[in-house]
T-cell receptor, first 113, second 116 residues
Framework: QKEVEQNSGPLSVPEGAIASLNCTYS??????FFWYRQYSGKSPELIMF????GDKEDGRFTAQLNKASQYVSLLIRDSQPSDSATYLC?????????????FGSGTRLLVRP | DTEVTQTPKHLVMGMTNKKSLKCEQH?????MYWYKQKAKKPPELMFV???????INESVPSRFSPECPNSSLLNLHLHALQPEDSALYLC???????????????FGPGTRLTVL
């Protein structure tokens, strides 16, 4: 089982819709959760982080964390074509005897005009 | 200012060359990282420096040699690379180590490396 799992997509949504991206993780001791956006050929950009159960909102983005179910999600409201990118979920946890940031394989989001 | 800078942006080198990648941050962060990213894959951790000391080496081949001259700078020295080492090399920094809260990692723009 992969430590951090994401659906690779592509997730295709029309402009103006809500895009919902999901991520599950295996290390119950994880305490820090991050969402990065990565445009093709560019580096990852941190867009949200969440440490406590519940919702955290920042502009059009909402991160949701449920530690009991070991999932974290990202909602993007009023999706725009400029949101089309790969979204990487990352979780701090143990892997190969080190505590580190563990990435999911990413979900590609396509927002159709 | 959440900026991490990297030079060069692009690098083409032969298998016998020696080159260095440079990374700089002025956010007062105490942890710095090197990642390697291949196309359509997530970043893969290579090295972690915490308080200027190497704390994680992910069994990276010795042809990659990291150096942390001070708390703001991180170098990656390259020697005798293979074509399969061609990738995007990313530097990141964070306030503290992965074990601490408030340890968001910020990435630089990366160096696109091609080994011929």
């Amino acid at each position: 089982q992969k430590e951090v799992e994401q659906n690779s997509g592509p997730l295709s949504v029309p402009e103006g819709a809500i895009a919902s991206l999901n991520c599950t993780y295996s290390d119950r001791g994880s305490q820090s959760f991050f969402w990065y956006r990565q445009y093709s050929g560019k580096s990852p950009e941190l867009i949200m982080f969440i440490y406590s159960n519940g919702d955290k909102e920042d502009g059009r983005f909402t991160a949701q964390l449920n530690k009991a179910s070991q999932y974290v999600s990202l909602l993007i409201r009023d999706s725009q074509p400029s949101d089309s990118a790969t979204y990487l979920c990352a979780v701090n946890g143990w892997q190969d005897s080190s505590y580190k940031l563990i990435f999911g394989s990413g979900t590609r989001l396509l927002v159709r005009p | 200012d959440t900026e991490v800078t990297q030079t060069p942006k692009h690098l083409v080198m032969g298998m016998t060359n020696k080159k260095s990648l440079k990374c700089e941050q002025h956010m007062g962060h105490r942890a710095m990282y090197w990642y390697k990213q291949k196309a359509k894959k997530p970043p893969e951790l290579m090295f972690v420096y915490s308080y200027e000391k190497l704390s994680i080496n992910e069994s990276v081949p010795s042809r990659f040699s990291p150096e942390c001259p001070n708390s703001s700078l991180l170098n990656l020295h390259l020697h005798a690379l293979q074509p399969e080492d061609s990738a995007l090399y990313l530097c990141a920094s964070s306030q503290g180590s992965s074990r601490e809260l408030g340890n968001e990692q910020f990435f630089g723009p990366g160096t696109r490396l091609t080994v011929l």
